[in-house]
C-alpha cells in the first residue's frame, strides 16, 4: 500500500529518527485500527532509517504465537545472541533461557527485560539502531512487557522503538510510551489514494466506495478493486450493511468472499498457512502433504496476491489470514491442527504441538491436557507468567478429573497475578474454589485471591485471606502454611491490622515450620508482642534474625523481615545495612518485583537517619517500578513517603497537593504509611511554628492504629508542639509508651530522642542536664537532622535562659546542619530563633551538594565513587551504560567536579 497523506505522523517519525542519531532515545506506539495504514507507516521509517545508516530489528505479531513464552523476542534477537557473551552473567543467561538454550532454574521476567535492555544498548554502540515491531498486541506478553521496559529505560542512546498497535475491544497497555493514533485519512487524501488504485473507477460507485470505507486505506483500496466493470454493481452486497459493522470487518468479509473463489484444494493449503503462520515452509508443506494436498495447491493465491511464499508463507495483511482461518468450517480447522501436531515431534517443538493439540481437541482430553501442563512448567523456567497462565487455564477446560481441572486453574490464577492481570487472577480463583473441596487447591486458589485483594482492596483483606489459606493447610502442608502465614503477617502490619498479626501468629505458635525458619518465625511472633504494647519480648530476637540476616547465604524472605522488624525497634543503620545487601541480591538475580518493597523499607529507614537526598532516590526508584509493573499499593506507599521528604525540605505546596492525592487510597491500603505522610504534614506545621495545629495532626498519628509501628518516632514531634503550644500534658502519655519503647530497645538515637523529649518538659534546673546528654548521643549517633533538631531546641532553651553566646553557637550549628540535609523550613525557624535575641542574620549557605542532584543521578554517582563502571552501574540500575554517562556528564558540574575520581571523598564527605 502506498503512502498518501499522513504528513504530521510522517514528520513525527522522522523526528523520532533524527533523535536517534543525536543519541536522544524514543519511543512511539502508532495506534489506530485494522487497515488504517500502521505498516505502511512502519514500513517508510525502515526504509528511511536504513538510507541513514541505522540497523533495523523488524518483528510481526503473530496470534497464534501469543502464548507462546517469549516468541517475540526469539523472532527479534535470536539472529544476535553472538552477543550475548557481551552482557553481564545474570543477564546473558536469562535470555538464552527465554530461548531454551540453556538448562536452569526459573528465570526472571524482570531480568529477561534487562536482558533485552542491555543487548539493543550492546547493538547501538555499533550504529542508531531502529526496534520496529508491527501488531505488538499480539506478541506474547513477556516478549512486549521486556520491550516496553528497555524503550522506558533509554535515554542518551541511538535507538529508536517504533511499534504499531491494533486498537480492539481489549486495549493494550503501553504506559510511559508516547501514542501516535492514526485515524482514517482525510476526505481529499482518501480520494487521492483511490483515483491511485482505480482511475476508471465510475463516479456512482466511487462515491459508494469513499464512504463504506470511512478513510480507511485498505478498505479504500480492497472495495475499489472489487468491480465488475458494471456502474451499478450493489456494493452492500460486497461490504455489508452500511453502518453496522467497522471497516476492518467488512474488509475481512471481502478477503473471504475472495478466498472462496480459489479451488478447494487452495483453500486448504491456505488453511493450514493460517494455522500457523510462523511455521517454516517445510513444516507447512508436509502438513498440506498430509492432508492430501501438494505445494502447487499455494500457487492460485499467489498468483491473487493473498500471500507470498518464500521461507514461510506471508499473508498480505493479518485479515486476509483471519479471512482463510475462519472461514473454513471446523471440521477442516480440527484437521490442520492435529495434522501440525503429528509433524512437531521434535523436543524444540513441544510447545507448539501442545497447543495445536489444544486447539484440536472439541472435548475435554487428559492428554492434552498433561501436554499443556508440560508446556506452562517449561514457560515457568522461562520466565513467561502469562505463558504458564493461559496454559494451564486451557489445560485445566480440558482436564478429565475435577480435581486436576480445579488445581489447574488455580494454578493458571496465581501466575496470571505474577503476570500483572489481577482481573484475571480473581476470576480464574473464584472458578477454581467454585470446583473443588480439597483444602490444599483452595488453600492455593485463596492464596491468589489475597495476592489481588492486597493490590485491589487492602492488605488487611490480604491478610484475612492468607490466614484462611494457612488454616487449610497448616497440618498437611506447615512449610506452605508458615510461608502463607509470613505474607498474612506482613500484610497485616501495613495496614496497622493488629488483630490479624495476632491471628497469624497464635497459628504460627501451632504449627510446626521448617528448622530454618525458626529464627523468622521468632521475630514475626515478637511483632504481635510489640504491637501489643510489650517491646521486650520483641528485641532480642529481631536483633538476632538483623544479625543473621547480614550473612550472605539467606532467604530473601527472612531478610525482608529482619528489615522490617530492624524499623520497629530503632535499628536504622542496620537496617540500611540489610537492605542495600538485599538490593544487590534481587538486582543479581532479576527479582525486579522485589525492588519497590525494599526500597519502601530502605527509604523510611534513610528517612529515619536523616538521609533525605538518598530517600528521595529510593522513592522514585520505587514508585517508578510499582507503576511499571501494576503494583499500585506500593507505589502508594511510596508516594506517601515522599510527602514527608517535601514537608522536611519545606516543599509545602508539593507536599499539601501530593498529600491530597495519595491519602485517601493510602489511608486503606497501606496504613502505616499513610501515617507517615500524616506524619509529614503536622511536621511541616511544626517546622513553620504552627504548633496547635501541628499538635493536632500529630495526636492523630500518635494516637492511631499505626502509633506502635514507625509512627513512634513521630513522639518527639509530638511533645515539641505540644510543649510550644503551652499543653504538655497532651504529650505525657505518648512520651511515657515512647520512653518504655526507647528504653526497650536500647538504641543510641532514640535514647536521644527520649532524653531531648524529657527536657522539653523538665524543669529548668533538670533540663540542661538531659540537653547535653541528648545531644551528646546524637552529635555520635545520629544523624544531621536529629542533631541539628537537638541543637535547635537546645538553642531555643539557652536563649530562654539568657544564655546568649552558647545559644548563639548552638542555633547557628542548627542552621548549618538543616541547611546541609535540605530541611529549609527549619533552617528558616532556626534562623528566626538567631533573629529573636539580636543575633546577626546567618546567610544562607544552600543544601548539601548532593541535595542538587536529581534522584536517578544520585544512585549513579554513589555508585560511580563506589568504584563501579558505567557497565556496572547500568546493569545494577537497569539502564544502558550510555544513559549512566549522562547522568554523570550532568552531575558533574552540580557537584563541582571535574573527574571521576574526585566522586569518592565528595560522597564521604557528604
Same mark, same amino acid.
Given at each position: 500500500m502506498s503512502l498518501v497523506g499522513r504528513d504530521d505522523e510522517r514528520r513525527r517519525i522522522e523526528r523520532l529518527l533524527a533523535d536517534a542519531r543525536a543519541e536522544r532515545s524514543g519511543a512511539l506506539v502508532v495506534r489506530g485500527e485494522a487497515g488504517v495504514g500502521k505498516s505502511v507507516l512502519l514500513d517508510r521509517a525502515v526504509s528511511v532509517a536504513k538510507s541513514e545508516g541505522f540497523q533495523v530489528l523488524r518483528g510481526i505479531g503473530v496470534e497464534s504465537d501469543s502464548n507462546l513464552a517469549y516468541g517475540g523476542l526469539h523472532q527479534l534477537l535470536f539472529p544476535h545472541l553472538d552477543r550475548l557473551e557481551a552482557l553481564p552473567g545474570p543477564q546473558s543467561a536469562a535470555l538464552r533461557g527465554a530461548f531454551g538454550l540453556a538448562e536452569s532454574g526459573e528465570a526472571s521476567r524482570f531480568m529477561i527485560a534487562a536482558g533485552t535492555l542491555a543487548l539493543l544498548a550492546d547493538m547501538a554502540e555499533e550504529a542508531p539502531l531502529l526496534c520496529v515491531v508491527d501488531d505488538l498486541q499480539w506478541f506474547d506478553q513477556g516478549s512486549a512487557e521486556a520491550l516496553l521496559f528497555a524503550a522506558r529505560r533509554f535515554d542518551a542512546d541511538p535507538v529508536a522503538m517504533l511499534f504499531a498497535v491494533r486498537e480492539t475491544s481489549m486495549p493494550f497497555e503501553a504506559p510511559g510510551i508516547e501514542a501516535?493514533?492514526?485515524?482514517?485519512?482525510?476526505?481529499?487524501? /482518501? %480520494?487521492?489514494?483511490? @483515483?491511485?488504485?482505480?482511475?476508471?473507477?465510475? =463516479?456512482?460507485?466511487?462515491?459508494?466506495?469513499?464512504?463504506?470505507?470511512?478513510?480507511?486505506?485498505? /478498505?479504500?483500496?480492497?472495495?475499489?478493486?472489487?468491480?465488475? !466493470?458494471?456502474? =451499478? &454493481?450493489?456494493?452492500?452486497?460486497? %461490504?455489508?450493511?452500511? !453502518?453496522?459493522?467497522?471497516?476492518?470487518?467488512?474488509?475481512?468479509?471481502?478477503?473471504?468472499?475472495?478466498? %472462496?473463489?480459489?479451488? @478447494? /484444494?487452495?483453500?486448504?493449503?491456505?488453511?493450514? +498457512?493460517?494455522?500457523?503462520?510462523? +511455521?517454516?515452509?517445510?513444516?507447512?508443506?508436509?502438513?498440506?502433504? /498430509?492432508?492430501?494436498?501438494? +505445494?502447487?495447491?499455494?500457487?492460485?493465491?499467489?498468483?491473487?496476491?493473498? &500471500?507470498?511464499?518464500?521461507?514461510?508463507? +506471508?499473508?498480505?495483511?493479518?485479515?486476509?489470514?483471519?479471512?482463510a482461518y475462519r472461514g473454513e468450517p471446523l471440521h477442516r480447522r480440527v484437521e490442520a491442527h492435529r495434522a501440525y501436531a503429528d509433524a512437531l515431534m521434535d523436543d524444540a517443538d513441544a510447545d507448539r504441538r501442545a497447543w495445536h493439540l489444544a486447539a484440536a481437541a472439541t472435548v475435554p482430553d487428559e492428554a492434552v491436557a498433561v501436554e499443556l501442563e508440560g508446556a506452562a512448567e517449561r514457560a515457568r523456567h522461562r520466565g513467561g507468567a502469562m505463558a504458564v497462565s493461559v496454559a494451564y487455564e486451557r489445560a485445566g477446560r480440558l482436564s478429565v478429573d475435577p480435581r486436576l481441572k480445579a488445581r489447574r486453574i488455580a494454578r493458571a490464577a496465581q501466575a496470571a497475578f505474577d503476570a500483572g492481570k489481577p482481573d484475571r487472577a480473581a476470576r480464574l480463583a473464584a472458578e477454581a474454589l467454585s470446583l473443588t473441596a480439597d483444602p490444599g487447591i483452595r488453600a492455593e486458589a485463596i492464596y491468589a485471591q489475597g495476592a489481588v485483594a492486597y493490590e485491589r482492596a487492602s492488605p488487611r483483606t490480604d491478610a484475612e485471606l492468607t490466614i484462611e489459606a494457612a488454616a487449610l493447610v497448616r497440618d498437611t502442608d506447615p512449610e506452605h502454611a508458615a510461608l502463607t502465614l509470613y505474607e498474612a503477617v506482613h500484610a497485616a502490619r501495613h495496614g496497622a491490622a493488629h488483630d490479624l498479626l495476632s491471628r497469624a501468629a497464635d497459628l504460627l505458635r501451632e504449627c510446626t515450620p521448617p528448622r530454618r525458619w525458626a529464627i523468622a518465625v521468632a521475630a514475626l511472633l515478637g511483632w504481635d508482642e510489640l504491637f501489643s504494647g510489650r517491646p521486650e519480648p520483641a528485641v532480642g530476637p529481631t536483633r538476632e534474625l538483623l544479625a543473621a540476616a547480614r550473612g550472605d547465604d539467606f532467604e530473601l524472605t527472612h531478610r525482608m523481615t529482619a528489615a522490617v522488624g530492624g524499623l520497629l525497634i530503632g535499628a536504622d543503620d542496620d537496617v540500611i545495612a540489610v537492605t542495600e545487601a538485599m538490593l544487590a541480591q534481587v538486582r543479581a538475580t532479576g527479582a525486579l518485583g522485589w525492588v519497590p518493597y525494599i526500597l519502601n523499607v530502605l527509604a523510611v529507614a534513610r528517612l529515619l537517619r536523616g538521609e533525605f537526598a538518598d530517600a528521595r532516590a529510593n522513592v522514585a526508584e520505587g514508585a517508578a517500578i510499582g507503576a511499571e509493573f501494576g503494583n499500585s499499593t506500593e507505589q502508594l506507599a511510596h508516594r506517601s513517603v515522599e510527602v514527608w521528604l517535601h514537608a522536611v525540605s519545606g516543599e509545602e505546596s508539593r507536599c499539601r497537593d501530593l498529600a491530597a492525592a495519595v491519602l485517601p487510597d493510602a489511608r486503606s491500603r497501606h496504613l502505616v504509611n499513610a501515617e507517615i505522610a500524616a506524619w509529614g504534614l503536622a511536621m511541616l506545621d511544626l517546622s513553620a511554628r504552627r504548633f496547635e495545629t501541628a499538635l493536632e495532626g500529630l495526636e492523630r498519628v500518635c494516637r492511631g492504629p499505626a502509633r506502635r509501628d514507625v509512627p513512634m518516632r513521630a513522639v518527639p514531634d509530638l511533645v515539641e508542639a505540644a510543649v510550644r503550644s503551652g499543653a504538655p500534658d497532651r504529650a505525657r502519655e505518648a512520651l511515657a509508651e515512647f520512653a518504655h519503647w526507647a528504653g526497650q530497645v536500647d538504641r543510641p538515637v532514640t535514647t536521644g530522642l527520649a532524653l531531648r523529649c524529657r527536657a522539653l518538659l523538665a524543669d529548668d534546673d533538670e533540663a540542661e542536664a538531659l540537653y547535653v546528654e541528648g545531644l551528646r548521643l546524637h552529635e555520635r549517633y545520629g544523624g544531621p537532622y536529629d542533631h541539628a533538631r537537638t541543637r535547635l531546641v537546645f538553642g531555643e532553651w539557652l536563649r530562654r535562659q539568657r544564655r546568649r553566646t552558647e545559644a548563639r553557637a548552638h542555633l547557628e550549628a542548627a542552621v548549618a546542619g538543616f541547611e546541609r540535609v535540605g530541611a529549609t523550613l527549619w533552617a528558616e525557624r532556626a534562623r528566626g530563633e538567631l533573629a529573636a535575641f539580636g543575633g546577626a542574620r546567618t546567610e544562607h549557605r544552600g543544601t548539601g551538594t548532593l541535595a542538587l542532584l536529581t534522584p536517578q543521578e544520585l544512585q549513579v554517582v554513589h555508585l560511580a565513587a563506589a568504584g563501579r563502571t558505567n557497565k556496572q552501574i547500568a546493569a545494577q540500575l537497569y539502564l544502558s551504560p550510555r544513559t549512566v554517562g549522562h547522568h554523570l556528564y550532568k552531575a558533574y558540574p552540580k557537584l563541582g567536579v571535574t573527574a571521576r575520581s574526585e566522586l569518592a571523598d565528595l560522597v564521604a564527605e557528604a
Amino acid at each position: 500500500m502506498s503512502l498518501v497523506g499522513r504528513d504530521d505522523e510522517r514528520r513525527r517519525i522522522e523526528r523520532l529518527l533524527a533523535d536517534a542519531r543525536a543519541e536522544r532515545s524514543g519511543a512511539l506506539v502508532v495506534r489506530g485500527e485494522a487497515g488504517v495504514g500502521k505498516s505502511v507507516l512502519l514500513d517508510r521509517a525502515v526504509s528511511v532509517a536504513k538510507s541513514e545508516g541505522f540497523q533495523v530489528l523488524r518483528g510481526i505479531g503473530v496470534e497464534s504465537d501469543s502464548n507462546l513464552a517469549y516468541g517475540g523476542l526469539h523472532q527479534l534477537l535470536f539472529p544476535h545472541l553472538d552477543r550475548l557473551e557481551a552482557l553481564p552473567g545474570p543477564q546473558s543467561a536469562a535470555l538464552r533461557g527465554a530461548f531454551g538454550l540453556a538448562e536452569s532454574g526459573e528465570a526472571s521476567r524482570f531480568m529477561i527485560a534487562a536482558g533485552t535492555l542491555a543487548l539493543l544498548a550492546d547493538m547501538a554502540e555499533e550504529a542508531p539502531l531502529l526496534c520496529v515491531v508491527d501488531d505488538l498486541q499480539w506478541f506474547d506478553q513477556g516478549s512486549a512487557e521486556a520491550l516496553l521496559f528497555a524503550a522506558r529505560r533509554f535515554d542518551a542512546d541511538p535507538v529508536a522503538m517504533l511499534f504499531a498497535v491494533r486498537e480492539t475491544s481489549m486495549p493494550f497497555e503501553a504506559p510511559g510510551i508516547e501514542a501516535m493514533p492514526l485515524s482514517g485519512l482525510s476526505a481529499s487524501d /482518501a %480520494a487521492r489514494l483511490l @483515483d491511485g488504485h482505480a482511475p476508471d473507477l465510475a =463516479d456512482p460507485l466511487r462515491a459508494r466506495v469513499l464512504e463504506e470505507s470511512a478513510g480507511n486505506p485498505l /478498505a479504500l483500496i480492497e472495495l475499489g478493486s472489487i468491480r465488475r !466493470g458494471a456502474d =451499478d &454493481v450493489d456494493m452492500s452486497d460486497l %461490504a455489508g450493511t452500511v !453502518g453496522t459493522l467497522p471497516v476492518p470487518v467488512r474488509v475481512q468479509e471481502l478477503f473471504r468472499r475472495q478466498i %472462496a473463489e480459489l479451488p @478447494d /484444494a487452495t483453500r486448504r493449503a491456505l488453511l493450514v +498457512a493460517a494455522a500457523d503462520s510462523t +511455521a517454516p515452509l517445510e513444516i507447512v508443506l508436509r502438513v498440506v502433504e /498430509a492432508l492430501g494436498g501438494g +505445494a502447487a495447491d499455494l500457487g492460485p493465491a499467489e498468483r491473487a496476491t493473498l &500471500v507470498r511464499v518464500e521461507a514461510r508463507v +506471508a499473508f498480505r495483511h493479518p485479515l486476509v489470514r483471519a479471512a482463510a482461518y475462519r472461514g473454513e468450517p471446523l471440521h477442516r480447522r480440527v484437521e490442520a491442527h492435529r495434522a501440525y501436531a503429528d509433524a512437531l515431534m521434535d523436543d524444540a517443538d513441544a510447545d507448539r504441538r501442545a497447543w495445536h493439540l489444544a486447539a484440536a481437541a472439541t472435548v475435554p482430553d487428559e492428554a492434552v491436557a498433561v501436554e499443556l501442563e508440560g508446556a506452562a512448567e517449561r514457560a515457568r523456567h522461562r520466565g513467561g507468567a502469562m505463558a504458564v497462565s493461559v496454559a494451564y487455564e486451557r489445560a485445566g477446560r480440558l482436564s478429565v478429573d475435577p480435581r486436576l481441572k480445579a488445581r489447574r486453574i488455580a494454578r493458571a490464577a496465581q501466575a496470571a497475578f505474577d503476570a500483572g492481570k489481577p482481573d484475571r487472577a480473581a476470576r480464574l480463583a473464584a472458578e477454581a474454589l467454585s470446583l473443588t473441596a480439597d483444602p490444599g487447591i483452595r488453600a492455593e486458589a485463596i492464596y491468589a485471591q489475597g495476592a489481588v485483594a492486597y493490590e485491589r482492596a487492602s492488605p488487611r483483606t490480604d491478610a484475612e485471606l492468607t490466614i484462611e489459606a494457612a488454616a487449610l493447610v497448616r497440618d498437611t502442608d506447615p512449610e506452605h502454611a508458615a510461608l502463607t502465614l509470613y505474607e498474612a503477617v506482613h500484610a497485616a502490619r501495613h495496614g496497622a491490622a493488629h488483630d490479624l498479626l495476632s491471628r497469624a501468629a497464635d497459628l504460627l505458635r501451632e504449627c510446626t515450620p521448617p528448622r530454618r525458619w525458626a529464627i523468622a518465625v521468632a521475630a514475626l511472633l515478637g511483632w504481635d508482642e510489640l504491637f501489643s504494647g510489650r517491646p521486650e519480648p520483641a528485641v532480642g530476637p529481631t536483633r538476632e534474625l538483623l544479625a543473621a540476616a547480614r550473612g550472605d547465604d539467606f532467604e530473601l524472605t527472612h531478610r525482608m523481615t529482619a528489615a522490617v522488624g530492624g524499623l520497629l525497634i530503632g535499628a536504622d543503620d542496620d537496617v540500611i545495612a540489610v537492605t542495600e545487601a538485599m538490593l544487590a541480591q534481587v538486582r543479581a538475580t532479576g527479582a525486579l518485583g522485589w525492588v519497590p518493597y525494599i526500597l519502601n523499607v530502605l527509604a523510611v529507614a534513610r528517612l529515619l537517619r536523616g538521609e533525605f537526598a538518598d530517600a528521595r532516590a529510593n522513592v522514585a526508584e520505587g514508585a517508578a517500578i510499582g507503576a511499571e509493573f501494576g503494583n499500585s499499593t506500593e507505589q502508594l506507599a511510596h508516594r506517601s513517603v515522599e510527602v514527608w521528604l517535601h514537608a522536611v525540605s519545606g516543599e509545602e505546596s508539593r507536599c499539601r497537593d501530593l498529600a491530597a492525592a495519595v491519602l485517601p487510597d493510602a489511608r486503606s491500603r497501606h496504613l502505616v504509611n499513610a501515617e507517615i505522610a500524616a506524619w509529614g504534614l503536622a511536621m511541616l506545621d511544626l517546622s513553620a511554628r504552627r504548633f496547635e495545629t501541628a499538635l493536632e495532626g500529630l495526636e492523630r498519628v500518635c494516637r492511631g492504629p499505626a502509633r506502635r509501628d514507625v509512627p513512634m518516632r513521630a513522639v518527639p514531634d509530638l511533645v515539641e508542639a505540644a510543649v510550644r503550644s503551652g499543653a504538655p500534658d497532651r504529650a505525657r502519655e505518648a512520651l511515657a509508651e515512647f520512653a518504655h519503647w526507647a528504653g526497650q530497645v536500647d538504641r543510641p538515637v532514640t535514647t536521644g530522642l527520649a532524653l531531648r523529649c524529657r527536657a522539653l518538659l523538665a524543669d529548668d534546673d533538670e533540663a540542661e542536664a538531659l540537653y547535653v546528654e541528648g545531644l551528646r548521643l546524637h552529635e555520635r549517633y545520629g544523624g544531621p537532622y536529629d542533631h541539628a533538631r537537638t541543637r535547635l531546641v537546645f538553642g531555643e532553651w539557652l536563649r530562654r535562659q539568657r544564655r546568649r553566646t552558647e545559644a548563639r553557637a548552638h542555633l547557628e550549628a542548627a542552621v548549618a546542619g538543616f541547611e546541609r540535609v535540605g530541611a529549609t523550613l527549619w533552617a528558616e525557624r532556626a534562623r528566626g530563633e538567631l533573629a529573636a535575641f539580636g543575633g546577626a542574620r546567618t546567610e544562607h549557605r544552600g543544601t548539601g551538594t548532593l541535595a542538587l542532584l536529581t534522584p536517578q543521578e544520585l544512585q549513579v554517582v554513589h555508585l560511580a565513587a563506589a568504584g563501579r563502571t558505567n557497565k556496572q552501574i547500568a546493569a545494577q540500575l537497569y539502564l544502558s551504560p550510555r544513559t549512566v554517562g549522562h547522568h554523570l556528564y550532568k552531575a558533574y558540574p552540580k557537584l563541582g567536579v571535574t573527574a571521576r575520581s574526585e566522586l569518592a571523598d565528595l560522597v564521604a564527605e557528604a
